[in-house]
């Protein structure tokens, strides 16, 4: 849907307060999507099938609602497409499927870990691709970080984590610094719910592509799987992971970003990764051995330093 009407850009809010308890509670929702999906790949989905049912099912919901509630949200101008495609590529289907490829293959606690890498890739890109130099604490906590991913993927024993699950877990990373950066440059030129709903929408196609609906196992969603003292049937499981884990907490982060910089943003995003660790011990059962948990704290420890000292680099 393209039309040359021009869209009044949203101003920058400052209410930081506001920004903070949006953004805290983005990070929550974000957190369940691990244990949520990993019991949907366990009963036989696989990771780009279980992308798939997230993504198209909360884009179908954004878009119905958003047609029906808010239409002028979907009007977009012809140079926003780059924007909104390229968002919905990393920030959207990237992220998705490159961090449930590495829940399926690693403790899901490792792959948020792997992931919270993006405010350390934020940094690198504000040095390299921005020219702006960066305060030595910046390097301190980038390389705490590193020796924290190396006590997480217990290097030591062979890379005794899923090859290929560590690669997918960088590539989240990846995908979630686009996020970030992406995300704090478009909500500056239309509203929150217009950007979310194309994102998901194009994140859905480009998932599709790799899985389509019609080739997914359906009938699987009928079982019942383990979940905590639970066993409840996997469609209710997706059907909160599209809901709480998808619309609610895109919705939340990226309305976070009218509030706060994504500096701010992905600090207090880093609750995420504990939260994650929690219900992955409580809900599937999955912990970390001491040394991966030593390299965990230092692994948020370094992000935190990086994000910390980013003050005044833009």
């Known amino acids: 849907m393209t039309t040359?009407?021009?869209?009044?850009?949203?101003?920058?809010?400052?209410?930081?307060?506001r920004g903070v308890l949006l953004v805290l509670l983005a990070a929550l929702f974000f957190s369940?999507?691990?244990s949520l999906g990993k019991p949907a790949m366990t009963a036989?989905?696989?990771?780009?099938?279980?992308a798939t049912v997230r993504i198209g099912c909360?884009?179908?919901?954004l878009l119905?609602?958003?047609?029906?509630?808010?239409?002028?949200?979907?009007?977009?101008?012809?140079?926003?497409?780059?924007m909104l495609l390229a968002y919905g590529l990393l920030g959207v289907a990237g992220t998705q499927l490159m961090y449930f490829i590495a829940a399926d293959r690693i403790p899901v606690g490792v792959a948020i870990l792997l992931e919270f890498m993006a405010p350390v890739l934020i940094a690198l890109w504000v040095r390299v691709v921005r020219r702006t130099r960066l305060p030595r604490a910046m390097w301190g906590g980038i390389g705490l970080a590193m020796l924290g991913l190396t006590l997480v993927a217990q290097v030591w024993q062979g890379l005794r984590l899923d090859a290929v699950g560590l690669?997918?877990?960088?590539?989240?990373?990846?995908?979630?610094a686009g996020y970030f950066l992406l995300g704090e440059r478009a909500v500056a030129q239309r509203d929150p719910l217009g950007l979310v709903t194309w994102g998901m929408v194009i994140g859905a196609v480009i998932v599709g592509v790799l899985?389509?609906?019609?080739?997914?196992?359906?009938?699987?969603?009928?079982r019942n799987v383990a979940f905590g003292p639970w066993t409840p049937p996997v469609w209710l499981l997706l059907a909160a992971l599209v809901v709480l884990s998808t619309v609610l907490s895109y919705l939340l982060g990226i309305s976070a970003l009218r509030h706060l910089p994504a500096s701010v943003a992905s600090v207090l995003g880093l609750v995420e990764p504990l939260a994650t660790t929690a219900f992955a011990w409580a809900l599937l059962g999955e912990s970390l051995a001491w040394p991966q948990a030593f390299g965990a704290v230092l692994l948020l420890g370094g992000a935190f330093l990086v994000q910390r000292n980013s003050a005044g680099v833009t």
Not at 44 to 50: A, F, H, K, R, T
């Open 64 to 82: 119905a609602g958003t047609a029906i509630l808010a239409p002028r949200s979907l009007r977009v101008r012809r140079g926003e497409w780059p």
């Open 44 to 50: 036989g989905l696989s990771p780009e099938q279980v």
């Open 4 to 17: 040359e009407l021009p869209v009044a850009a949203p101003p920058r809010d400052t209410r930081r307060g």
């Open 211 to 222: 899985a389509p609906p019609w080739t997914l196992p359906w009938s699987l969603t009928t």
């Open 58 to 61: 909360a884009g179908l919901l």
């Open 32 to 34: 369940t999507s691990g």
């Open 167 to 176: 690669l997918a877990g960088f590539g989240a990373a990846i995908c979630s």
